[in-house]
C-alpha cells in the first residue's frame, strides 16, 4: 500500500521563535508526512529558518512573504502554495504591547489587534472554503495563557488573545460537521 501524500502545512510567522522551531521540525519529519510553507511578513528575516532548515529547504519546506494584516498578502501567498491546497494551517504570527495602558497609542493597539486577531481571521477566512468543500483540515490557534488570565501591563495583547480563543471556541463547535478540527 501506498503512503499517503504528504499533508501541506501552512505555518504564519516563521522568521523566529515558535514557528521556525515548527516549520522546521515538520519538514524534518522522518517519513516525509509534511510539505511545509513556512511564512514571515519580512523575507530579509529569512537567515535563521533557512538555517535551521538546512537541506529541507526546497525539499520539504519552501519559504513564502506573508503579511497576515494584509488581505492582498494572503491571497498571493495562498496563490502561492503548491496545488493550491493548504491542509494545515498553523497561525502563529502575532505581536505583543507590554505597559500601562494609558501610554499606548492607537497605531500600538490597532497594529497588535491587525495581527494576533484579524491576521488570524483572515487567514482562517480565506482556506475554509477548500477546507470546507474537500469536508477535512486542521486550524492551529498559538495563542497564550495570556488569553485566559490577564496579566498587568499586558492589556491590549491579553484584550487580543481572549479575543482569539473566543472565535476559536465558536469555530471549534461549528467546523465539527465538516471534519476541520
Not at 520539504?60 to 501567498?77: M, N
Not at 491546497?85 to 497609542?105: C, F, H, I, K
Not at 490597532?110 to 483572515?122: K, M, P, S, Y
Request: hydrophobic share 45%; net charge positive.
Amino acid at each position: 500500500m501506498a503512503a499517503p501524500p504528504p499533508r501541506t502545512v501552512l505555518v504564519t510567522g516563521c522568521s523566529s521563535g515558535i514557528g521556525l522551531a515548527v516549520a522546521v521540525q515538520l519538514a524534518r519529519d522522518p517519513q516525509r508526512r509534511y510539505q511545509v510553507v513556512a511564512t514571515m511578513r519580512d523575507l530579509s528575516r529569512r537567515g535563521p529558518l533557512e538555517a535551521a532548515a538546512g537541506e529541507t529547504l526546497g525539499e520539504t519546506l519552501r519559504i513564502l512573504r506573508l503579511d497576515v494584516t494584509s488581505d492582498s498578502s494572503v491571497a498571493e501567498c495562498l496563490g502561492g502554495v503548491p496545488g493550491g491546497r493548504v491542509d494545515v494551517v498553523v497561525n502563529n504570527a502575532g505581536v505583543g504591547l507590554v505597559g500601562p495602558l494609558e501610554a499606548a497609542t492607537g497605531p500600538q493597539i490597532q497594529r497588535v489587534f491587525d495581527t494576533n486577531v484579524f491576521g488570524v481571521l483572515r487567514l482562517i477566512q480565506a482556506l475554509l472554503p477548500q477546507m470546507k468543500q474537500r469536508r477535512s483540515g486542521h486550524i492551529v490557534v498559538v495563542s497564550s495563557v495570556m488569553g485566559l488570565q490577564g496579566v498587568a501591563f499586558n492589556d491590549i495583547y491579553s484584550a487580543s488573545k481572549f479575543a482569539v480563543e473566543g472565535l476559536c471556541e465558536s469555530l471549534a463547535v461549528q467546523l465539527l460537521r465538516f471534519n476541520i478540527l
